[in-house]
């Protein structure tokens, strides 16, 4: 059992926090036995996985096992270093980023999308990942300048979502009927009655879309708000465009 933070597998794992480690060695980490299970569900087993041996994790470690993940029991003070949440997770795991999901041509996922321009916030970022798995199947194109979606934040964030959603360069986009999101549209988008196949573009809360996108769209939607109201968090926009689509 792994009792001291400056234990040499724990440091590594807590390297996975800096975008350059990350970048290196392909890895990324998660925690938490639900979004685990997500992982495991879609058939991704993580490198490497430690848990809580203090906290009685035995059914997670033997799922891990399981899946030919190597387990690293550990004390609880050694997880309250690794582990990001207020509430120390009894499971974090070091995962490939070779191993989430592509986007195959043809498949459902492609046919809508989320095209991403600016969008920085990592909580944001994972959020809309669970819209386009809640409200999917849909991809998430990320134009540069966005968050990186395996930083601790947005994994935490997208509780999972980023073992089924595929998540891919603008350059890698699928050409499709694109709608930009922008509060000077003409008409809301219910009035367009989107169908798929669309992808929908959305822009950072504070620069919104660039000119050049907004111009190039098949047309431009806004999410009508109450008097007052100045905007809406770029995440809940991205979740009503595919709930408009869906319904």
């Not at 495991?40 to 899946?67: H, K, T, W």
């Not at 134009?143 to 603008?170: E, F, H, K, N, W």
């Not at 009655?193 to 907004?214: D, M, Q, Y």
């Amino acid at each position: 059992m792994i009792t001291s933070r400056a234990n040499a597998r724990v440091r590594a794992a807590r390297a996975l926090g800096e975008a350059k480690e990350r970048k290196r060695t392909g890895l990324f980490l998660d925690e938490g036995e639900d979004a685990l299970r997500a992982a495991l569900s879609a058939g991704i087993a993580p490198v490497e996985a430690f848990v809580d041996d203090d906290l009685g994790s035995d059914r997670i470690a033997e799922e891990l096992i399981q899946m030919g993940t190597k387990v690293q029991r550990c004390s609880t003070e050694v997880m309250e270093a690794l582990s990001s949440l207020a509430h120390t997770s009894r499971a974090v795991a070091v995962l490939r980023a070779n191993d989430l999901p592509p986007l195959a041509p043809g498949s459902p996922e492609s046919a809508v999308g989320l095209q991403l321009y600016g969008v920085s916030d990592p909580g944001n970022l994972g959020t809309l990942l669970r819209s386009a798995q809640g409200f999917g199947p849909a991809h998430v194109a990320l134009a540069d300048g966005c968050a990186d979606p395996l930083s601790p934040r947005a994994v935490r964030a997208g509780m999972g979502a980023l073992y089924s959603v595929p998540v891919i360069t603008l350059r890698e986009a699928p050409d499709l009927p694109l709608i930009a999101l922008d509060a000077r549209g003409e008409r809301t988008l219910a009035e367009l009655e989107p169908r798929a196949p669309v992808a929908f573009a959305l822009g950072g809360e504070r620069s919104g879309l660039p000119a050049e996108i907004t111009a190039g769209a098949s047309a431009i939607a806004r999410i009508p708000l109450a008097d007052g109201a100045e905007s809406l968090n770029v995440a809940i926009a991205g979740a009503l465009a595919l709930y408009e689509l869906r319904r």
